[in-house]
């Protein structure tokens, strides 16, 4: 049977998602890229390679400036928060926001654009590291639900208010107590399921809360509404530019590692991004 990411059968299947690199050729029709330009690319294959072919329509020129660790580590997680918190949770200035999973690449992402929207930002983590990471970042306060009572802490930091938004890339065991604390017309972003399990929650829930629970799949977004995305792209590489948002790099490992880095990833150490390098 043919993998269904393989366009032509005699293309192997080369994994790794995001990358950043050097144009050296370009396709016929191909007139927005040229040879010798930097791009970033999230083409779903081919990023742990040496070469890769990408379509050109996937690739984001990169300004001058903008480092190829940095670029590799960018697409995803700005993309994805920036659709979540601005358009799919309709951000407020002055609103709270809760960020599950909060020290990894998407909440890394997702505090420093909830900043930039002017809202007081709970980071939410499993270590007391990873929480000082989250303050690093520049959350406002921080959980540790590891070792205390998610919603004890929220209502003692909300004032039993609850959060606005709920940013909630994690799913599993966290999610109905966080959406048990919501405010009235909050609204919660359901990003992924990072912890493996999809929860269930009691619809009976969003009723009683005036709640909303928000689906957010920027993949989609972006083939459907390319020009919103397309202008959102643009203000991400705006905000890097001035030095308003940046992804910390937890390391970078050469791709002879892989393995390596798996292992790094599955033992859940890493803070930020981890971005494998060529030798």
């Given at each position: 049977m043919q993998n269904k990411y393989q366009?032509?059968?005699e293309l192997p299947f080369v994994?790794?998602?995001?990358?950043a690199g050097v144009v050296e050729a370009v396709g016929e029709g191909v007139t927005d890229l040229k040879v010798g330009q930097a791009v970033a690319c999230l083409s779903g294959t081919g990023g742990f390679g040496t070469h890769t072919l990408a379509?050109?329509?996937l690739c984001m020129p990169l300004p001058p400036g903008f480092p190829p660790v940095d670029a590799a580590a960018f697409i995803m997680i700005y993309a994805t928060s920036h659709h979540a918190l601005m358009d799919r949770g309709q951000l407020k200035a002055g609103e709270t926001v809760l960020v599950l999973g909060a020290a990894g690449g998407v909440g890394m992402s997702a505090i420093q654009i909830a900043k930039i929207a002017g809202a007081k930002v709970i980071a939410a983590a499993s270590t007391d590291e990873k929480c000082a990471f989250c303050k690093q970042l520049g959350?406002?306060?921080?959980?540790n639900y590891s070792n205390e009572d998610l919603r004890e802490r929220l209502k003692e930091l909300t004032g039993g208010k609850g959060p606005d938004v709920i940013y909630d890339p994690v799913g599993g065991p966290f999610t109905e107590p966080a959406f048990r604390s919501i405010a009235w017309r909050g609204r919660h972003l359901v990003v992924g399921f990072a912890a493996g399990d999809i929860p269930a929650i009691k619809i009976n829930l969003a009723l009683v809360k005036g709640a909303s629970i928000v689906g957010v799949f920027w993949g989609d977004f972006a083939r459907r509404e390319p020009a919103a995305n397309a202008?959102?792209?643009q203000e991400l590489a705006g905000w890097y530019a001035q030095g308003r948002i940046k992804p910390l790099i937890d390391r970078t490992m050469p791709m002879s590692e892989l393995?390596?880095?798996y292992a790094r990833m599955g033992s859940r150490e890493v803070k930020g991004k981890l971005v494998?390098?060529?030798d």
């Open positions: 366009h032509k059968p994994p790794g998602s995001e990358y379509p050109a329509k959350a406002d306060e921080t959980i202008a959102m792209m393995k390596a880095a494998l390098v060529n």
